[in-house]
T-cell receptor, first 112, second 115 residues
């Protein structure tokens, strides 16, 4: 079954404690991206990757890092989380940046 | 910068009522257009998409959308909503040949269908 898998689904952490949210897709897609969803703001792109070892900033990259060492995986790293990063995070993949995106189930992150 | 506007933030309808959700975007060039739906507690799923051709696009679950280039609009419609259509709906635009490598999403419309 074609899918995008994120882990964990829920995470509560403290300010400053590094964390990683994993994302994996099994569709051999080249393009992957991370979004955060906040009430009234829709989805905003954090980072994206056009292919292995090719990543770039989206609209709201501050406080986040990513890596793309393999085609299927695109982890999101918060080196020093802060409360304003409390949000719902979605990973997405697509064959190219111009085609339909497939979304993961989401990760609800709370930073206290 | 391109933007996507969804003017209806919260819509409440009774079952069998007709639905139209507005979506307007700001980019004047070639675009790919999408509507995604997010059911409570779930991830986003594609409802329908427009890349080219017939501007009236039919999607899943009886939804359709019409691309009107002159109005920069891509409104979502359904003739008769069901309680199971309760969800949040997002319009998204990909502006081609701009160098922007991302979908731009609207802020979403929360639809509540009352039985």
């Amino acid at each position: 079954e074609a899918q995008v898998t994120q882990n964990p689904r829920y995470l509560i952490t403290v300010t400053g404690k590094k964390l990683t949210v994993t994302c994996s897709q099994n569709m051999n897609h080249e393009y992957m991206s991370w979004y955060r969803q906040d009430p009234g703001l829709g989805l905003r792109q954090i980072y994206y990757s056009m292919n292995v070892e090719v990543t770039d900033k989206g609209d709201v990259p501050e406080g986040y890092k990513v890596s793309r060492k393999e085609k299927r995986n695109f982890p999101l790293i918060l080196e020093s989380p802060s409360p304003n990063q409390t949000s719902l995070y979605f990973c997405a993949s697509s064959q190219t940046m111009n085609t339909e995106a497939f979304f993961g189930q989401g990760t609800r992150l709370t930073v206290v | 910068a391109q933007s996507v506007s969804q003017h209806n933030h919260h819509v409440i309808l009774s079952e069998a009522a007709s639905l139209e959700l507005g979506c307007n975007y700001s980019y004047g060039g070639t675009v790919n257009l999408f509507w995604y739906v997010q059911y409570p507690g779930q991830h986003l799923q594609l409802l329908l998409k427009y890349f080219s051709g017939d501007p009236l696009v039919k999607g899943i679950k009886g939804f359709e959308a019409e691309f009107i280039k002159s109005k920069f609009s891509f409104n979502l419609r359904k003739p008769s909503v069901q309680w199971s259509d309760t969800a949040e709906y997002f319009c998204a635009v990909n502006a081609l040949r701009t160098g922007r490598r991302a979908l731009t999403f609207g802020s979403g419309t929360r639809l509540q269908v009352q039985p």
